[in-house]
């Protein structure tokens, strides 16, 4: 039997109209397991305006209030950890542990955001001009949406469900259709913590929900998480239509191995770092650098040495390192890939096409694969794989290895390995990318800084979580104010100016 799931709008599960459906696959089996209702234009409208009447209501609550709904769903979720990543794992095809990262990734965010009645002060300026006070405030925009990827079900949506809530607006999510079950529960959870009905909505769909929101004058800002084209497109739509727009896209992230590295560690981490979640994640390390020949020779032996000891299985498998990809495109993507850079004349160390999973014939798995020899021109290094494909890229020194991490069209996450201060510290300066690891591959940042890519990897100005996302989600009023007294003066005609 194949579920079928429905919307989240106004506080209810909403079957879908539209007589248009997509397929949730278990990606361990190969087989679909439920259908996703698509929305249709009427159907995201009706959503908005659920969303936009319960609003106000919201916003009024005085930030303390809201504050406190956010830490009973921190509860709830917390509470429903085990299922909630037993299910994430199901559609997406992470391992356990990792879905419950997924989940507490996000959940730090929410609780970054509890922080709100400090987060939403304003600025004030007393007596700025003769009787005159000088105050700010930050106020909701109204009705906000996210459009999410695949990759991150619990963790993305509530990077920006969670500050857009917290100050007072109103929230559609148009999750990924590959994974939604976990967005749906985390909607029904918010609604038990006290959320009234209609302020947090989900919204199922594909292109067609996605241009109605980019479209509708109701929506004042689209957070989007997902490739770069798409990123790009969202940006430019919502902009045009006078939209906020913060848009994540595509990455390449390298990690440079310096001589004086401790190798050892550094392998352990690139592998962890490079295959875990199958390579799907967006800070995932799918380019080493190493700098000198000797340095190179020592990490490819040590990589391959552990390459081969992964063990790749279902993802309720304990013993499994990473699960499957997300879908059979994903497959024939990475697949094609690695047929490239054979093609391209990269070396192939190891080749993970091969591989099947006992018991699990029809999954979506891909054997982690390491490549040498990779150079600049090959598709394998200018192109996003997204998948558990490490290359390794040679560099003669520490100014050829960074030239490479700012020249590459993305810019989200790098990392050098040294034990080098000085090198450490001239890279962070000097590298174009918007997170930087220093022996650290995976430099997501903290909740309470921020997280955004450079280049082709982020398009708009402000970060995700973080101060940033205060001030992507308020809009600043500034007021100027005299009191009576100061109203004494007669008229004046001259331009004020606070002498
Ligand atoms: P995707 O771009 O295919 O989909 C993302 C969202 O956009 C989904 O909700 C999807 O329904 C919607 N969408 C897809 N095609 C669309 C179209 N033509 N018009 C309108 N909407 C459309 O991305 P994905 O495969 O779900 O996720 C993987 C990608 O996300 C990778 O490129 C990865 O690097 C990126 N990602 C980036 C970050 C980051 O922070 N920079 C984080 C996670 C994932």
Sequence with gaps: MVRELTHFIGGQQVPGTSGRFGDVYDPNLGQVQARVPLASTSEVEQVIANAEAAQPAWAAMNPQRRARILMKFLTLVNDEMDSLAALLSSEH???????????????????????????????????AGTGIDVYSMRQPLGVVAGITPFNFPAMIPLWKAGPALACGNAFVLKPSERDPSVPLRLAELFLEAGLPEGVFNVVNGDKEAVDTILHDPRIKAVGFV????????????????????QCFGGAKNHAIVMPDADLDDVADQLIGAGYGSAGERCMAISVAVPVGEDTANRLVEKLTDRVHKLNVGKSDDPGADYGPLVGLDGVDRVKKY?????????????????????????????????FDRVT?????????????????????DYEEALALANDHEYGNGVAIFTRDGDAARNFAARVQVGMVGINVPIPVPIAYYTFGGWKRSGFGDLNQHGPDSIRFYTKTKTVTQRWPAGLKESNSFVIPTME
């Design 93 to 127: 095809g992470k391992t356990i542990p990792d879905a419950k990262g997924d989940i507490q990734r996000g959940l730090e965010v929410i609780e970054f955001a509890v922080g709100i009645p400090h987060l939403l002060k304003g600025e004030y300026t007393e007596s």
């Design 226 to 245: 997902g490739s770069t084209p798409i990123a790009q497109y969202i940006y430019e739509t919502a902009t045009a239509n006078g939209k906020r727009a």
């Design 338 to 370: 690695v047929q490239q850079g054979i093609d391209e004349g990269a070396e192939l160390v190891v080749d993970g096409r091969g591989l099947t999973v006992e018991g699990a014939e029809n999954g979506y798995f891909v054997g982690a694969t390491l």
């Design 376 to 396: 600049k021109n090959m598709s394998i290094y200018t192109d996003e794989i997204f998948g558990p494909v490490l290359s390794v890229v040679r560099a003669e």
